[in-house]
């Protein structure tokens, strides 16, 4: 089963690569910024499926200054794909005046990374080769200002409101009288649900490690619950590239 996890999340992370690459071609992403914030948030789900994909074949232990940098990066996604979906819907809308404030967490992020960065790379080795043994410290480890596992909290409460607000704005949208194609507004549904799902699933694991803390290990590397994982990322991945390859034809 772990074979499959590893072999699903391979093809998502070359799936997403591609059509993240495509998507940024030709400048399209300079003329269309909401094509950049779709292109941050799909890379911020590449990298957190690749870091896990390392912690799960211990290849992280040779890559030690990977492990963390991710953090900061997993706060933009909800934010990015919310304001995505919102730029698409409302064609004639920029970002909002304040949208700076949306990077708050990106940057209490990037600050709390700052333990582990300064560390030597001896001690981070060490670290890892104890953590791909027991992958709880991977949210009970002091290199950071807060417990890490504060980080999964903070960002999936964020996930759940901004996917609030985004299928508040999908069920409202009057598709009769809007200039936004019905195909248009099925795939960003599409892609709505593949995340709202995506989410579900971390939440549901991150309950079940709360509970059983003592487990919380096994959890994490739990291949019956990564697998569900690993194929709504191979869908969503199958959406991005499809998606950019179509966009590439016309």
């Known amino acids: ?3 499959l996890v590893i072999t699903f999340a391979i093809i998502g992370i ?3 690569a591609l059509g993240i690459v495509l998507r940024l071609l030709k400048g399209k992403a300079q003329r269309n910024p909401a094509e950049l914030l779709l292109s941050i948030a799909l890379f911020g789900i590449m990298w957190q499926v690749f870091v896990h994909l ?4 211990h290849q992280i232990v040779k890559l030690p200054n990977l492990y963390n940098k991710g953090i900061p990066l997993y706060y933009l996604v909800a934010p990015a794909l919310y304001f995505y979906i919102r730029m698409k819907l409302q064609p004639e809308q920029r970002l909002p005046k304040y949208w700076y404030i ?4 990106f940057l ?3 600050i709390d990374i700052l ?3 300064f560390i030597d790379d001896t001690e981070k080795v060490a670290f890892l080769e104890r953590m ?3 992958t709880r410290l991977g949210y009970q480890h002091p290199y950071g200002f807060i417990p890490q596992h504060v980080h999964y909290m903070i960002r999936l409460f964020l996930a759940f409101i901004y996917l609030i607000m985004q299928w508040g704005m999908l069920f409202l949208i009057d598709h009769t009288d809007s200039p936004v194609s019905l195909r248009t507004l099925r795939s960003l549904v599409f892609l709505t649900i593949l995340y709202t799902l995506f989410i579900a699933f971390q939440v549901g694991m ?3 490690i709360f509970f059983n803390r003592m487990q919380g290990g096994y959890i994490l590397t739990d291949a019956d619950q990564l697998i569900w994982l690993s194929i709504m990322y191979v869908l969503l991945s199958c959406w991005i590239c499809f998606g950019a390859l179509k966009r590439q034809r016309k």
């Open 132 to 134: 791909v043994a027991d």
């Open 1 to 3: 089963m772990h074979s």
């Open 54 to 57: 390392m912690i799960l074949t």
């Open 206 to 208: 991150l309950f079940n």
């Open 115 to 117: 333990p582990y960065v």
């Open 102 to 105: 949306h990077l708050i967490p």
């Open 14 to 16: 070359l799936l997403s």
């Open 108 to 110: 209490f992020g990037l």
